[in-house]
């Protein structure tokens, strides 16, 4: 299987403890995007990455968010100190540049239950 | 900022039925948009994109949505819905001062397919 894998799958920790998430995405795609999901919404851009460079960052990603993608390939999602309000889904897409249009092809997801 | 608004949250069709699922968007620009699926506890996958060619786009699955730029709509269709087609599906718009980078989803329609 080639497409955009991410680790863990569900992770459930304590308010106050820090998580962090792995995304691989495809191999020959330059673009790596984080989006959440929150229950009964749409997934909503957090940031993305050209190569290792983090070029765009949402203002939902507060100062307890991290993302780093230190030799573009894999990339890590760190959230700081939890709260529960962190709970969602965490989506990882990648994409190849093609100039304007870049299709965006999404992994599993990993599900974050803050307790 | 490009948005997209999504007519209904649930919408419950017969097998064998019509399936139309509405999405009117905003965008300052000529806008790129896009119908994604999501099965439970999966990621998205791309059911088919507008990239400001032919109006009338076909996808995967039999799906296919027209852009009427006059409306400002990308409704999705299938002549005839079969059990597999059960799932959330999000309509999503890219342009606009958010770039061609940036994909702003809706908030979803769960469709429900009854035998």
């Known amino acids: 299987d080639t497409g955009v894998s991410q680790d863990p799958r569900h992770k459930i920790t304590k308010r106050g403890q820090n998580v962090t998430f792995r995304c691989d995405p495809i191999?020959?795609?330059?673009?790596l995007y984080w989006y959440r999901q929150t229950l009964g919404q749409g997934p909503e851009f957090l940031t993305y990455f050209q190569n290792e460079a983090q070029l765009e960052k949402s203002r939902l990603l507060s100062d307890r968010f991290s993302a780093e993608r230190p030799k573009g390939s894999f990339s890590t999602l760190e959230i700081q100190r939890t709260e529960q309000g962190d709970s969602a889904m965490y989506l990882c897409?990648?994409?190849?540049?093609?100039?304007?249009?870049?299709?965006?092809?999404f992994g599993p997801g990993t599900r974050l239950t803050v307790l | 900022a490009q948005s997209v608004t999504q007519l209904g949250s649930h919408v419950s069709v017969s097998e064998g039925a019509l399936v139309l699922l509405r999405c009117n968007y905003s965008?300052?620009?000529?806008?790129?948009l896009f119908w994604y699926v999501q099965y439970p506890n999966q990621g998205l996958q791309l059911l088919l994109k507008y990239t400001s060619a032919a109006t009338l786009v076909k996808g995967i699955n039999g799906f296919e949505a027209e852009f009427k730029k006059s409306e400002t709509s990308f409704h999705l269709t299938k002549p005839s819905a079969h059990m597999s087609d059960a799932a959330e599906y999000f309509c999503a718009v890219s342009g606009g001062s958010g770039g061609y980078q940036k994909v702003t989803f809706g908030i979803g329609t769960k469709l429900q397919v009854i035998p």
């Open positions: 897409a990648s994409s190849f540049d093609r100039g304007s249009y870049n299709e965006q092809f």
């Open positions: 965008s300052s620009v000529p806008p790129y």
């Open positions: 191999s020959e795609h330059n673009r």
